[in-house]
């Protein structure tokens, strides 16, 4: 017999428990859409911020990139959930599906909560660094003096009666070097800007922000929105979400409250304040808020009310000292007639800045007077078979001929090429490298292994920037960028090439576009917010490049779409979130190069095999797929170039079956038994190595690094190596042999090694070198990166490392000092003769010193802190060079610094920048 007893007061809270939430569903839904969308700003702002943290130059781990994937993937179900939300209540005045709504929302509102929970599990950064009043801007040297424009932009802004300023002239003239300079002058505390006295000493405390806009021609209110709200720091705009009112007011609002100066570069139209969200006198702003702009048209001065100055053409002295400057004492003495000749060429360059520079520096070699005269007489018979705008028509021939100057056709070729990139874009060195070598402009097949055609490619990026015909991006040690000049000067000359750079508007839309496409060989569409290709575009029998990276909303390749492009060879689709591939790229039969990298692909086609001749296949960083089919990687026999870096893949023997031809591999290593069947790969130089987990790690927990990197594929070309993931590694050994016979018996380096990331290695407590010199075994490394290290208590090691510049240390809880040079006389030296230009410290919270001498890092030019609570000294003295060196961190932290010498704040304070 059965008792059954049963409590009714609990029986009676159960069965509301159970009826109480569906019952919740039928509420208004309002306070939970509400809630739902605060989440998903909140959530979002923190995908972003590791995401932009990750741009500079921090690592996160795979879980963490794992986590921003599923955060992205709720964002936007969430959106979902708010915008079918919105839509019913403008339709029916409230939604009609009461319960519907309810339940989405709670359920990814749970979503949403758990992924932000989670947060804090797998160490997310969480704290974002204020955002810098203002950015310095890269100066070209050498840097004529010239006050009056300067001192009379300067005037205006420290005045009241002017908010718009209207820099205008012809192409060439120096208006954008003009800007810069005007931004720079609201550095914090700069000493050395001329005419000092204009703004009293308090030029730092006149503005909150300094917002520097480059501005495209197709929608420049989209692209103002997108700066302005990256400058300040905002939630980045969607504007698949967002509406246009939504957005401005944001910005508006923002701007509203604060003193701001906005510089426009390179304006061709009037804009529409109002739209962009930008709130000045004439719509009710309360502050200080200015605008100056340059422009080659003074009629766009005029059509927005702004105070105009213009910027004409050097006087014949001025001309004449920036193009000595340029050419050099050495040149101009070298024979008795070049002084006289190069008053000539002066004469002939228009009294431009631009022109005197470029034409200075291809002159700056030039030591015999035939040499001088043939420029002369090239200069005088220079003349445009196309003009662009009046007063210009002189000025693209003689650009020209430090083109011609270039001392061969295929670094010309890779000069016509830099103009794909949209203007102002700042260009990575290795992404333009790797297209000149998909373009067979730098030829790997003749090259032993592939970091000789990096270097080949570096020298070309040298030649170009000591013509000026490129100069340094945003980032100068690993960007480029072209003047927009320079950039019209090589898409004229390349026209002929039928080399088009195209816009969001210009995807087959009219009859002009069918003909543009019809006839182009190489098509850019970066960064131009493609959403949609077409699904069977017009046959472009010509087109050999078409270039569709960085395309974020780029979901979806029609099966169609390669039927059109049957000459194609070059195909990036790099940073889109395409899924899948289409079988029918089997039908691009030429193509060569071919770039998946950093995009959603969850599996390449069978087809691919059938690319009978290409040679480049990236394969970067693609975290979602599952599948590359059994065959593929074997039958690409012309294949140069495979890199699958921290992508997954196991069909270990096909690599057997490439050619003799291969140059490189990029691989990721999950078991130490996967790392020695490559190093018996003779066949395959690896390349790009990710050590990842091994979860067969044998006892004790110790990664002997000769044993695994000492064969002669991995040693002789490696050029950058992770260990991530290895959850109980407790010690990396490096010694002079390794263990087997084969190794102990020869000494080994990594020769080649430039890039070393050390990731979530949560037991690893030491690093040991065992009869080696460090700067032997590394001579090259030029990057170190160390995250996630927890028992990692210092890095003192990096002391022998001469050619390390880039050092980045992320969330190594018990790291107290970066180098522990306390008591050892012998680190002063190796200290005084590092040549480190980068520190980038954050989430360190037990990190108290960067190293105990001072005047330590005489090559450094930025130091970056972040998050580093107990950080409370820096290594530096009153000695420290000061004129390139940036401190970077939150001005609290600054505050909290203790100063031994009185003077060393004050010297030190016009490097900050908080």
Known sequence: ???????????????????????????????????????????????????????????????????????????????RVVQDYEQRRRAFGCPINFYCINLRSSRKLERVVELRARMDDLGVPTTRPLPRPVQEMPLPSPLLEVKSNLEKVLGYLNGDDVDIIGIWGMGGVGKTCLLKRINNNFLPLQENISNSSLLGGQRSAMFDFVIWATVPKESPVNKLQEIIASRLGMRPLNNEREEATGRRQAIFNRLNCINFLLLLDDLWDAVDWEAVGVPLRSNGPTGKHKVVFTTRNNLVCGSMQAQSIEIKSLKPEEAQELFEATVGQATLNSHPSIRTLASKVVQECLGLPLLLRIIGMSMSTKETPKEWQKTITRLQRSKLTETHQKNEEDLFPRLKLSYDNLMDDAIRKCFLLCSLWPQDFSISRSDLIECWMGHGLINVAVLKEINEAYNSGHEIIKTLKSSCLLEPGDDEDNEVKMHCIIREMAQQIASDRKLIVLSRATLWRNPTDLELWASAEHVSLIQGEIGVLPDAPPKCSNLVTLMLQKNPSLKHIPSDFFVSFPALTYLDLSYTRIIELPSEISRAKNLQYLNLSYTDITSLPESLKYLSKLKFLLLRDLERITKIPSGVISNLRMLEVLDLSRTRYEGWVEFAALSQGFKALGITAETVKAIRRLSLLCNVMIWRLDIWKLSDLPQPYHLLLPEFLGSHNMSSSLQQLRIEDCETLEKLIMEKGGQTIEHSQRNWCLPQLEILEINKLKELNEIIWSGLHLSDYLPYLSILRVSYCNKLKNVTWILKLLCLEELVLHACEQMEQVIDDAGEAAAVTDLASMGLKKIFLSELRNLTVICHTKSAFPSLKILRVINCPALRSLPFNSETPKNKLRIEGDPDWWGRLEWNDGDLESSLRPCFQG
């Open 1 to 79: 017999m059965v008792t059954l007893s049963i409590n009714l007061n609990e029986f009676i809270n159960r069965i509301w428990d159970v009826i109480s939430q569906p019952l919740g569903h039928c509420s208004n839904p309002e306070d939970k859409i509400t809630r739902l969308k605060e989440a998903i700003e909140d959530l979002e702002d923190i995908k972003n911020h590791v995401r932009n943290n990750e741009l500079g130059g921090e690592m996160f781990h795979r879980q963490v990139a794992r986590w921003v994937d599923r955060v992205t993937a709720i964002i936007e179900a969430a959106s």
